[in-house]
C-alpha cells in the first residue's frame, strides 16, 4: 500500500476533479478537522482515495485519505535547503554532477520520507531517504 501511495505522489496521476459534494463526508469531516487553517482547497477523486489540494501557513500542500476518512499521508514540495543537513550533505558529496529536477517531502505514519530527482545529461534517477537517513536508489533510468 505504501509504495502504491508513493507512486501514486511521484507520478502526480491526472484523475477527474471532484468538487467537494463529490467527496465522502467522512473525509470532508476528517480534512476539515485535521486542517482548520486550510485555505484554497481542491479535491481530486482517485480509485481509492481522495486528495486535497491546499494552501497552509504560504505553501501548497497535498492530503491524501481513504473513503472512510483515513488519513494515509501529506506531501509538499520543497527546496534543497529544506532537507536535514545530513541530506544536503551527502547529495554534495555523492551526486555533485547532477541537478535537482524535483523535490518532495512525503509525512505518513511510518515518518518522513523525502524524494529527489536527479539528472545529468545521461541519467535521471529517483533517491529516497526514509527518516532523515541515507539516500537510497528508488527508480533509475537512462536518457535516450
Given at each position: 500500500?505504501?509504495k502504491?501511495?508513493?507512486?501514486?505522489?511521484?507520478?502526480?496521476?491526472?484523475?477527474?476533479?471532484?468538487?467537494?459534494?463529490?467527496?465522502?463526508?467522512?473525509?470532508?469531516?476528517?480534512?476539515?478537522?485535521?486542517?482548520?487553517?486550510?485555505?484554497?482547497?481542491?479535491?481530486?477523486?482517485?480509485?481509492?482515495?481522495?486528495?486535497?489540494?491546499?494552501?497552509?501557513?504560504?505553501?501548497?500542500?497535498?492530503?491524501?485519505?481513504?473513503?472512510?476518512?483515513?488519513?494515509?499521508?501529506?506531501?509538499?514540495?520543497?527546496?534543497?535547503?529544506?532537507l536535514?543537513?545530513?541530506?544536503?550533505?551527502?547529495?554534495?558529496?555523492?551526486?555533485?554532477?547532477?541537478?535537482?529536477?524535483?523535490?518532495f517531502?512525503?509525512?505518513?505514519?511510518?515518518?518522513?520520507?523525502?524524494?529527489?530527482?536527479?539528472?545529468?545529461?545521461?541519467?535521471?534517477?529517483?533517491?529516497?531517504?526514509?527518516?532523515?537517513?541515507?539516500?537510497?536508489?528508488?527508480?533509475?533510468?537512462?536518457?535516450?
Open positions: 500500500m505504501k502504491i501511495f508513493v507512486v501514486l505522489a511521484m507520478l502526480l496521476t491526472v484523475s477527474a476533479f471532484a468538487g467537494e459534494d463529490k467527496v465522502s463526508p467522512k473525509v470532508l469531516e476528517a480534512f476539515n478537522q485535521d486542517f482548520v487553517s486550510a485555505q484554497q482547497v481542491e479535491w481530486t477523486a482517485g480509485p481509492d482515495f481522495y486528495k486535497a489540494s491546499f494552501a497552509m501557513n504560504g505553501q501548497q500542500v497535498f492530503a491524501y485519505y481513504r473513503a472512510n476518512g483515513d488519513l494515509l499521508g501529506l506531501t509538499r514540495n520543497i527546496s534543497t535547503a529544506q536535514p543537513l545530513q541530506l544536503q550533505g551527502k547529495l554534495k558529496k555523492n551526486y555533485d554532477g547532477y541537478w535537482v529536477s524535483g523535490l517531502e512525503l509525512a505518513n505514519t511510518d515518518g518522513t520520507s523525502y524524494y529527489i530527482t536527479l539528472e545529468n545529461a545521461d541519467i535521471k534517477m529517483v533517491l529516497k531517504s526514509s527518516n532523515g537517513g541515507n539516500w537510497t536508489v528508488f527508480q533509475k533510468s537512462s536518457k535516450a
